[in-house]
């Protein structure tokens, strides 16, 4: 889906979005059940989140919050092991993340995002008005327990 706007080698140095601080661990995506049923196969640990969907299992050696688990699809060389088309939607589209501003709907950009270059972020944003909005929408519609509380980190670029 940004595959235009972000290098495969830009993503794979980074791998931000695919790991999670012990206090940022509820941001792991919400899985579907064909995903679910891939990464049974595949043997990737998941659990139960508390809003009732599934995501993954991070594995956390400590209490500390500042604490870093990678997500369990993560190859540290290679990136995601999932297909492109096979990952979890909110992957898909990170950066960019539907969100909900008290009732409002709203979709954010994390501008910190290492990826994004000079020009980035405008690409993305203008990528996500013109070409992702609808089915950013369609997917809140269809799974509501994926659209996350307000973050302040995220720069709106829509507001419903």
Same mark, same amino acid.
């Given at each position: 889906m940004l595959t235009g706007i972000f290098t495969p080698t830009a993503c794979?140095?980074?791998?931000l979005c695919c790991n999670f601080h012990r206090s940022s661990a509820w941001e792991t995506p919400a899985l579907q059940n064909e995903q679910i049923f891939l990464l049974?196969?595949?043997?990737?640990?998941?659990?139960?989140?508390l809003d009732g969907t599934t995501s993954f299992y991070l594995h956390f050696t400590s209490n500390d919050e500042n604490e870093v688990a990678n997500c369990p699809v993560l190859n540290?060389?290679?990136g995601c092991m999932l297909p492109r088309e096979q990952r979890p939607f909110e992957c898909r589209i990170w950066?960019?993340?539907?969100?909900?501003?008290?009732?409002?709907?709203?979709?954010?950009?994390y501008e910190q995002c290492p990826a994004l270059a000079?020009?980035?972020? +405008?690409?993305?944003?203008?990528?996500?008005? +013109?070409?992702?909005?609808?089915?950013i929408l369609d997917y809140a519609r269809r799974e509501p327990n994926a659209v996350r509380e307000f973050n302040s980190a995220y720069?709106?670029?829509?507001?419903?």
């Amino acid at each position: 889906m940004l595959t235009g706007i972000f290098t495969p080698t830009a993503c794979a140095e980074c791998k931000l979005c695919c790991n999670f601080h012990r206090s940022s661990a509820w941001e792991t995506p919400a899985l579907q059940n064909e995903q679910i049923f891939l990464l049974q196969e595949m043997c990737v640990p998941l659990e139960k989140r508390l809003d009732g969907t599934t995501s993954f299992y991070l594995h956390f050696t400590s209490n500390d919050e500042n604490e870093v688990a990678n997500c369990p699809v993560l190859n540290p060389c290679n990136g995601c092991m999932l297909p492109r088309e096979q990952r979890p939607f909110e992957c898909r589209i990170w950066p960019v993340r539907i969100m909900r501003d008290k009732s409002t709907l709203v979709v954010g950009i994390y501008e910190q995002c290492p990826a994004l270059a000079s020009d980035g972020f +405008e690409k993305l944003k203008k990528h996500t008005l +013109e070409n992702l909005l609808p089915q950013i929408l369609d997917y809140a519609r269809r799974e509501p327990n994926a659209v996350r509380e307000f973050n302040s980190a995220y720069k709106i670029i829509w507001r419903a």
